[in-house]
């Protein structure tokens, strides 16, 4: 199709209702939730996290109440234990890192100029899962079984039954479930930023926010991955009474401080980062001109990220560990200082650059970074060891992390929310009650929080449910409940602005005059996305690229039009963001609700000892997910289609330049950093314990560990060769290699249980034989999965879904067999030959 | 010799990787430093005056990190299109991720420094 043709407004008349009958959103009451757009899963996410951080709120005024005045009674010390430990996990777990989350799925396709995200049912799915998780978490303080160990659950007050009840089995199970969300969410947005932005924009041209959000979901990847490792143990001991934080039995508790806080600490920035990222994308808007520093603001963030897997320990000072350790981290914690500091400098220097119009949004962001600032010095305070030996778990720590997650996340979200709630609703929210807000929250952050730096110095320890008059500290707490009740007033009176809008009238296109992408948006809302794909030459089209709206409206660009009647959107180079493919995305579906509630079934079903149901559901759940895959890399109906401008793209795309490949490398990636938060705990107990394993107890020997060894080498070599026949047209020798891979890794499961059994490992007796168990069930389970893949690969080879020419399935089977060859050789090596050379 | 060797470094491929080399040699030497110190302390239980081995890993981390920092100097400089470099061009791309890179390859020398400095002060396991 030439320029000229998109000149007769017939044309461009007939192609937006192919595009709006293509992108119509299911209807019907039950049918409506079946949908998987952007547009729709993106405002359930973020309601439902907005909701649960409401939830968490009111929690935090019981706990403020309480504390109003000393010996209170409001409540019991046991339902305080609740309070505390609900309030501190779904602030975490269900609105911080589900907020960036969906927010991103709002924001990011429309920034990237794409019709939606790479994987909408993955969306979908995440957002089920987290609904799921969040209402079984939070629903247990109804039935008085919260978790109540803290949100960072140290044993052994947590692994012992006897002390902490089903609460703790919530809280684990609960919240592996949302972890699974939140790395799906990762490979949905790392894919999305690397392969579907639109022509042109090459990654000096990405606006800061995708920036952001490629690094965080990175950062999601190396991070939750080690919590879900420490889950898993902590499952296994308080359920199999495997040892592996029982001192007693040669656990050591500190494995799981470890595993938290690698978690914990890169959590802090995962959350942290997206918030800023908002900034970056508003205040260039308010400054009128484009963000000073724009390398350095990439610096910030990637510096930040890598820094950030450095602190973790500064979260275990107290413990005892060498005093060396401590100074690593405490240096590392101070060095994150500067790529921090460099971010905030390049919006002040932004701002006085610029013209700044002075909008509730940008207010919200100046009042925050102001709020941040402070959390981050006393957080330079707190790196310091001497200094946290003094501080530690007193209200001084419980100061400086309010402040930095209220400057941090809390209200450049407000910001956020003043910001992008044209771009989502077409309608305006109120500056007057936005701006009350504003004071209120941010006298009442201050009021709260500042008060308790005092009554940390003064000595008052953190979760003690209630103090004595003769402490003199009733003054202090007082103060910080007003605080609080006047930041939920503030907060209140956002939610008051945001129950209005539907009768507000819809507001202009793009009203604060912004320069990025994403404000192509009208207000009346097509489903779409855009209406064309542009080409971009500059960081802010809209200012810079004459015409730019004019053009994209009317179709100028790519993509114009849904001739077959599919969704489609652009696949495009990692670097330079060359077209590579058109993708066509999966319609409405209720396969990944579906899927989430079945493998929610597991884990809640695990939580109540059910594990016959639970096994049941864990079998639901993989035919869901084989249903699902069934479904996706089809054979197109024709090789390439034009995308207007004489460019003809492919339909189908395998290895790394589809999606799909990528998704499964990064899936792989954290399945990888899980497994070595596994192995980090086979050698974190070798280095405790002065020989391990422990006199009198043998390994697996180095038989069994090698047999498993070869039949995996096997399998994958198998696959590996069958990929390659494939693609060289003899199918049915690669239909055999295939089916000969499959036996491989079927036996490699018999042959890797033989090591510890036959040597009659009872891992109820010590952390070796726990930790020996662990990594063979965790090898053999995925040899398991590998088996499934071989078959799969054979199966849509069978049915004709998969060719020669397109081998998509095979090559993201061989993918997934590199990693377990990886995971392999790390296992039955550590296992069986390690304890020779120990 | 220098300026052949330019010549050499411009014509080396930029992309994501080389841009998180230098923040991934201040991870290594990061690890190292900690398991370094935590299998020293655990297993012998005492500290040595002259951890050749430690200053070795320092090193080494250093010189890839200011290697991987002088090649992305000489890439940022690459001679192309006007200032203020933020088109869409490929000399642009390559001065975007060339000067992240040697922004980066500072903050990590840094971060390195910083990490071995509790080396030189404190002289035991406890």
């Known amino acids: 199709m030439s320029l000229h043709a998109q000149d007769d407004p017939e044309l461009r008349r007939a192609q937006e209702e192919r595009l709006r009958t293509v992108w119509a959103p299911p209807k019907g009451w039950l049918r409506r939730w079946s949908d998987t757009n952007n547009n729709a899963v993106g405002p359930w996410y973020t309601s439902t996290a907005f909701v649960f951080m409401l939830?968490?709120?009111?929690?935090?005024?019981?706990?403020?109440?309480?504390?109003?005045?000393?010996?209170?009674?409001?409540?019991?010390?046991?339902?305080?234990?609740?309070?505390?430990t609900l309030h501190g996990s779904a602030m975490m777990f269900l609105f911080a890192v589900p907020m960036f989350e969906a927010v991103s799925i709002i924001l990011l396709p429309q920034l990237l100029g794409a019709r939606d995200l790479p994987f909408p049912r993955l969306s979908a799915f995440?957002?089920?899962?987290?609904?799921?998780?969040?209402?079984?978490?939070?629903?247990?303080?109804?039935?008085?079984?919260?978790?109540?160990?803290?949100?960072?659950?140290?044993?052994?007050?947590t692994t012992r039954t006897d002390l902490s009840g089903l609460g703790a089995d919530i809280w684990m199970l609960g919240l592996s479930f949302i972890e699974v969300s939140s790395v799906a969410a990762a490979v949905e947005l790392i894919v999305g930023v690397l392969k579907c932005r639109p022509p042109g924009m090459r990654l000096n041209l990405m606006p800061l926010y995708a920036w952001y959000i490629l690094v965080v979901a990175v950062m999601i990847l190396f991070a939750f991955p080690p919590l879900i490792a420490g889950d898993l143990l902590f499952e296994m001991e308080r359920l199999l009474g495997w040892p592996f934080f029982d001192a007693a039995r040669g656990g050591d508790p500190l494995l799981w401080q470890h595993l938290f806080w690698i978690f914990g600490h890169p959590e802090v920035y995962?959350?942290?980062?997206?918030?800023?990222?908002?900034?970056?994308?508003?205040?260039?808007?308010?400054?009128?001109?484009?963000?000073?520093?724009?390398?350095?603001?990439?610096l910030a963030a990637v510096g930040?990220?890598?820094?950030?897997?450095?602190?973790?320990?500064?979260?275990?000072?107290?413990?005892?560990?060498?005093?060396?350790?401590?100074?690593?981290?405490?240096?590392?914690?101070?060095?994150?200082?500067?790529?921090?500091?460099?971010?905030?400098?390049?919006?002040?220097?932004?701002?006085?650059?610029?013209?700044?119009?002075?909008?509730?949004?940008?207010?919200?962001?100046?009042?925050?970074?102001?709020?941040?600032?402070?959390?981050?010095?006393?957080?330079?305070?707190?790196?310091?060891?001497?200094?946290?030996?003094?501080?530690?778990?007193?209200?001084?720590?419980?100061?400086?992390?309010?402040?930095?997650?209220?400057?941090?996340?809390?209200?450049?979200?407000?910001?956020?929310l003043y910001y992008y709630w044209p771009l989502v609703t077409g309608k305006q929210l109120s500056d007057r009650i936005g701006r009350t807000a504003f004071w209120i929250l941010f006298v009442g952050a201050n009021l709260a929080f500042f008060p308790m730096h005092l009554s940390g110095l003064m000595g008052m320890p953190r979760r003690v449910f209630t103090y004595p008059a003769e402490l003199g500290l009733q003054g202090l707490n007082m103060a910080s409940t007003i605080g609080a009740f006047l930041f939920a007033f503030g907060v209140l009176l956002i939610v008051i602005d945001l129950l209005r809008s539907p009768w507000r009238p819809l507001g202009p296109r793009n009203p604060w005059n912004a320069g990025t992408l994403e404000w192509l948006a009208t207000p009346s809302g097509e489903q779409w996305g855009v209406r064309s794909i542009p080409l971009i030459e500059t960081r802010y089209p809209i200012w810079d690229q004459p015409d730019f709206v004019r053009k994209v409206d009317e179709g100028r660009f790519f993509l114009p039009d849904a001739e077959e009647g599919r969704r489609e959107s652009l696949i495009t180079s990692v670097l330079d963001a060359k077209p590579v493919a058109v993708l066509r995305l999966p319609t409405p579906s209720f396969v990944p609700m579906a899927t989430a509630a079945a493998l929610g079934g597991v884990f809640i079903l695990t939580t109540y000892h059910l594990y016959w149901l639970a096994l049941a559901a864990a079998v639901l759940t993989l035919a869901l997910v084989l249903a699902w895959l069934w479904q996706t890399a089809e054979i197109p109906e024709k090789p390439c289609k034009p995308i207007g401008h004489g460019i003809d793209l492919p339909l189908y795309v395998a290895g790394p330049l589809a999606p799909g490949w990528w998704a499964m490398f990064i899936t792989m990636m954290a399945d990888a950093t899980a497994f070595s938060g596994l192995v980090f705990g086979y050698y974190f107990f070798w280095t405790v314990h002065p020989s391990f394993p422990p006199p009198g107890m043998t390994g697996p020997g180095v038989f069994w560990p090698m047999i498993a060894l070869a039949l995996m080498v096997l399998g994958w070599a198998a696959t590996l060769a069958a990929r390659e026949t494939n693609r060289r047209g003899a199918v049915t020798a690669a239909r055999l290699l295939l089916a000969a891979g499959a036996l491989a890794g079927l036996a490699a499961i018999p042959a890797g249980l033989a090591g510890p059994w036959l040597s009659h490992l009872d891992p109820t007796l010590h952390s070796y034989p726990a930790i020996v168990w662990t990594l063979t069930g965790w090898t053999v389970a995925h040899a398991g999965v590998g088996v499934v893949g071989q078959l799969y690969a054979l199966a849509r080879s069978l049915a004709?879904?998969?060719?020669?020419?397109?081998?998509?399935?095979?090559?993201?089977?061989?993918?997934?067999?590199h990693f377990l060859l990886f995971t392999a050789l790390v296992t039955w090596a550590t296992l069986g030959l390690f304890p020779e050379v120990a | 010799m220098i300026g052949r060797l330019h010549q050499r470094f411009r014509a080396l491929r930029v992309t994501l990787w080389t841009l998180i080399v230098p923040p991934t040699g201040w991870a290594a030497h990061f690890l190292f430093s900690y398991l370094w110190a935590a299998v020293r302390c655990a297993k012998t239980g005492r500290y040595v005056d002259a951890p050749a081995i430690f200053w070795g890993g320092t090193a080494a981390a250093l010189l890839v990190i200011l290697a991987s920092g002088w090649i992305a100097w000489v890439q940022a400089r690459t001679p192309g299109d006007h200032p203020p470099h933020e088109a869409g061009t490929d000399s642009d791309r390559l001065r975007f991720l060339a000067y992240a890179t040697l922004l980066l390859a500072g903050l990590s020398v840094i971060g390195v420094v910083f990490t071995a400095l509790p080396v030189l002060f404190l002289r035991d396991c406890r």
């Open chain 1, 55 to 84: 939830f968490a709120g009111v929690l935090a005024l019981i706990i403020r109440a309480q504390l109003a005045v000393p010996e209170n009674d409001l409540v019991s010390a046991n339902t305080f234990n609740q309070l505390f």
């Open chain 1, 126 to 157: 995440g957002y089920w899962s987290f609904l799921i998780g969040g209402v079984f978490v939070l629903g247990s303080i109804f039935f008085n079984a919260a978790p109540d160990g803290g949100w960072f659950m140290y044993p052994p007050l």
């Open chain 1, 270 to 298: 995962v959350i942290f980062l997206p918030s800023i990222a908002l900034f970056a994308m508003l205040i260039p808007t308010f400054a009128q001109r484009h963000l000073l520093g724009y390398p350095y603001i990439v």
């Open chain 1, 304 to 416: 930040t990220a890598f820094l950030s897997f450095g602190l973790w320990v500064h979260h275990m000072f107290a413990t005892g560990l060498p005093k060396i350790s401590l100074a690593f981290f405490s240096a590392a914690s101070q060095a994150v200082v500067i790529p921090t500091g460099i971010q905030i400098f390049a919006f002040i220097a932004t701002l006085a650059a610029g013209r700044v119009i002075f909008s509730t949004p940008l207010l919200y962001a100046t009042g925050s970074l102001a709020i941040f600032v402070i959390g981050g010095l006393t957080g330079v305070m707190v790196a310091i060891v001497p200094f946290d030996w003094q501080a530690h778990d007193t209200y001084f720590v419980v100061a400086h992390l309010h402040y930095v997650l209220i400057g941090g996340t809390l209200m450049p979200l407000f910001a956020g």
């Open chain 1, 800 to 817: 004709g879904l998969a060719t020669p020419t397109h081998d998509a399935d095979i090559r993201n089977v061989t993918l997934y067999q």
